[in-house]
């Protein structure tokens, strides 16, 4: 099943619910981890070349941490999770349990730390998209880099549809606020089969 740009417009809804309920079982997954109250923004459902998206993410463009993952099975794509780098290194520390919030330098630690961080998002975002789909989804291992957004986007130039989840997450009163974005990130034939088969399952519930 392909669908071109203007028949994935007419079914944004169905898009933005799946991208909804998976947000939402990534954010439960990270409040579990963090131990703080999650807050998730409504979808912000762009379908365009990936060449578009750094426009829409306000202050990610230079030193992001990209923690990527691939979307293998029956329904395929990437996620990607973004946060400024100084953000990155927050929360790592506080993950790790320092006493102190200073913006240290990412060491071994910390990397596999926001790796794992990143996993746990995914793999609940996945389970979400596999109840909603039927299908059977799995995760590569995760990967993390560093650099501009555009070069962590789109490495091989190739020329994708993505819908953007914004999240913003608040460790109470240790730092005012931390913000990332959890990324789907898809192709145009890709994103079709998930709506035919978003469509199948609510007909047999």
């Known amino acids: 099943m392909s669908l071109d740009k203007e028949s994935l417009c007419i079914n944004m809804d169905i898009l933005r619910e799946v991208a909804s309920v998976a947000a939402a079982h990534a954010a439960t997954a ?23 998206v750094p426009g829409s993410l306000v202050g990610y ?7 990527e993952m691939r979307i293998l099975g029956e329904v395929q794509g990437r996620i990607l999770y973004l946060m400024p780098q100084r953000d990155a290194r927050l929360l ?7 006493a102190s919030l200073e913006e240290d330098p990412l060491d071994g630690l910390m990397e596999s730390c926001l790796q794992e961080t990143a996993n746990i998002l995914g793999g609940a975002y ?3 998209l596999a109840r909603m789909t039927g299908r059977n989804v799995m995760l590569s ?5 560093v650099g501009e957004l555009l070069e962590l ?13 914004a999240t913003s997450f608040q460790l109470g009163a240790i730092h005012p606020q931390l913000g990332g974005r959890l990324l789907l990130v898809s192709d145009a034939d890709s994103l079709a089969a998930m709506i035919e088969a978003v469509r199948l399952t609510a007909a047999r519930t």
């Open 141 to 145: 291992v995760p990967r993390l880099r």
């Open 61 to 67: 463009t230079r030193n992001v941490l990209s923690v």
């Open 126 to 128: 996945t389970s979400a």
């Open 30 to 52: 990270l409040s579990l981890l963090t131990d703080r109250t999650i807050l998730i923004t409504v979808p912000d459902l762009l379908l365009a070349p990936l060449t578009k």
């Open 92 to 98: 790592a520390n506080f993950l790790v349990g320092r």
């Open 153 to 165: 986007l789109s490495p091989s130039g190739q020329d994708e549809f993505t819908f953007c989840v």
